[in-house]
């Protein structure tokens, strides 16, 4: 157990509506990651937070968006779902400080998101 | 554009022996380096971080970093049918600036334990 939850576990979803993601970091870790990761992918990195400002983003669209609390819980948002949209969504929690090369991300259990 | 290369398999090991997972990566600023493990319908799980050219042993894994040739290896000594699982390679770089990159992964090895 790395400590750190996410919820939902699974959600399907619409194509043209948004979806609320969430997530519960470790405590203690200032720092939390989004990923994406398609069916038989690797995980991609959609963006990074720390201490509640947004740090580092990867290629997604704006629609893609997210937020940081103090009490170390996360959300993404996606709006305007596509079909594509369908997939595992993880949240890493980190303990050292911004964009540490070396800060070890453990992941949460995922939530699946199906978009029909 | 960074990438991390690896073998998708299946490679399928007899119980036992030694596993050799193995991946390659593009970017030559590339710092740090995760092996997770994955089984089927969960989450990552961290086997083992490496930061420096060589091996680190942590019990029945060894992973081994050549930052010149751009490789980085995972060794799985007395192989068990719990080892069946997707192995994902990942890398993290220092940030230069324009903010965190977050890990880029390998699409993983899938990786079969034969009892």
């Known amino acids: 157990e790395t400590g750190v939850t996410q919820s939902p576990t699974h959600l399907i979803k619409t194509r043209g509506q948004q979806v609320t993601l969430r997530c519960s970091s470790q405590s203690g870790h200032n720092t939390v990651s989004w990923y994406q990761q398609a069916l038989g992918q690797g995980p991609q990195f959609i963006f990074q937070y720390y201490r509640e400002e947004e740090n580092g983003r990867g290629n997604f669209p704006p629609r893609f968006s997210g937020l940081q609390f103090p009490n170390y819980s996360s959300e993404l948002n996606v709006n305007a779902l596509e079909l594509d949209d369908s997939a595992l969504y993880l949240c890493?929690?980190?303990?050292?400080?911004?964009?540490?090369?070396?800060?070890?991300?453990?992941f949460g259990p995922g939530t699946r998101l199906t978009v029909l | 554009q960074k990438e991390v290369e690896q073998n998708s398999g299946p490679l399928s090991v007899p119980e036992g022996a030694i596993a050799s997972l193995n991946c390659t990566y593009s970017d030559r600023v590339s710092q740090s380096f995760f092996w997770y493990r994955q089984y089927s319908g969960k989450s990552p799980e961290l086997i083992m971080s490496i930061y420096s050219n060589g091996d680190k042993e942590d019990g029945r894994f060894t992973a081994q970093l050549n930052k010149a040739s751009q490789y980085v290896s995972l060794l799985i000594r007395d192989s068990q049918p719990s080892d069946s699982a997707t192995y994902l390679c990942a890398v993290n770089i220092e940030d230069s600036g324009g903010g965190a990159d977050g890990l880029t992964f390998g699409k993983g090895t899938h990786l079969i334990i034969q009892p």
């Open positions: 890493a929690s980190s303990l050292g400080g911004s964009s540490s090369p070396r800060d070890t991300q453990y």
